[in-house]
């Protein structure tokens, strides 16, 4: 047994919340107390975190109570992974939405193509753990956090109709929900904020990758930004900040390799500010994993990307990237370890900066960005929940509260 402040606090929560305070006094944060879950070798991370965040239903009732004491609570806010908590609101008789950040066993099915409807084709293999492996328990919870968002008042979705209108269309017609209604779905982001020629690159991988990278960057030619994290720690996360970012670069990357790109690359440890970077006029490509939020951070800077997903609802982030939305070009990886040459990555890397290929989707992604940037289109929708709510309330005069609870990012 463990206590889960061990498992998923860090300084970089604590810092988050003092400067969000900072930004906002007028809004409230609540801490939970730790509760002590089975983290015995065989159980899997998710099984872990989805355990904590169920053990703390209690906590999250006494809260929302104590909230309920000084005033109407406007609207519950839980993401998919928190599922466990809506049944709590709605016996409250809250009003509850659902926030969408991501997106025979099918590990078994491996290089089965699937199909759903408003997605891309998606190999089995790539569909998010811990969905792949029916045998482990966190299979079950996820299959009934996703029977849950339907019976939702409303669901907010960090998505707009120029990154994902098949599927914004195929949620409207009701057919992911055919035994009963749709809720009302917001779709608020991403809404909006110079450029190009050079490449963005943020990395946490395995050593062994990581050794290969360099070499292919160089070869590349083009000048870049790498914000590389510690390999060392790969896997690691119950590790304070200052100790992840305690590495040296000259240990890990080749002989000479700094000095060689001093005058055209920047190798940054650990962090970097990556709207601002992204943002830069200088940046003409970015090499991700296609995580969610770099995505829509991407799209609305206009920058095309280099897809190279690796685990979680990344594969579906670079079907979306390469087949609809034509603004990433995939690299190629190893079937039996995921791993990708430094041939391969100079490849991709020169195809986005020096094709025409590249440079249609540079004009495409700028395109798109300035789509979203003319209709400015999360800041109206957004405004649509927050009318629903004042107008839930409209009787309260104490309408401040607004209960978050935000599931853990490191699973």
Known sequence: MQETGELWDSPSITSYINNVSQIQPSIPFSRLPPVFVDTTP???????AFDSIRLNGPHVLQSLKEISKTGKTSAFIIDLFC???????????????????????FKDL?????????????????????????????????????????????????????????????????ICVPDASTPATYNIGPGATKRQRGVY?????????????????????????WVLKNPFDAGKTNQTDDVIDDFALDAILPDGFLKRIQDKALVVKSWAPQVAVLNHGSVGGFVT???????????????????WPLYAEQHLNRNLLVEDMKMAIPVEKRDEDGFVSDSELEKRVRELMESNKGREM??????????????????????????????????????????????????
């Open 362 to 411: 540079r004009e495409r992604s700028w395109k798109i960005r300035g789509g979203l940037l003319m209709r400015g289109e999360s800041l109206v929708l957004l405004s649509k929940p927050l009318l629903s709510w004042l107008r839930h309330g409209s009787k309260v005069k104490n309408r401040d509260f607004l209960v978050k609870i935000k599931s853990f990012s490191r699973l």
């Open 42 to 48: 065989c159980r899997s991370r998710a099984a872990i």
């Open 201 to 225: 690159v943020l990395w946490k991988q395995r050593m062994e990758q990581v050794q290969e990278m360099p070499n292919g960057l160089e070869r590349s030619g083009q000048r870049f930004l």
């Open 289 to 307: 994993h296609c995580g969610w939020n770099s995505v829509l951070e991407a799209v609305v800077a206009g920058v095309p990307m280099v897809a």
């Open 83 to 105: 599922s466990s908590a809506f049944s709590l609101a709605k016996d409250l008789k809250i009003l509850t939405y659902y926030f969408f950040h991501f997106g025979k066993s």
């Open 110 to 174: 491996k290089d089965t193509i699937l199909h759903f409807p408003g997605m891309p084709p998606l190999k089995a293999i790539h569909i998010p753990e811990p969905m792949l492996d029916i045998d482990d328990p966190a299979y079950h919870d996820v299959v009934y956090f996703c029977s849950c968002p339907s019976k939702a008042d409303r669901i907010i979705v960090n998505t707009s109709d120029d990154l994902e209108p098949k599927a914004i269309d195929t949620l409207a017609s009701g």
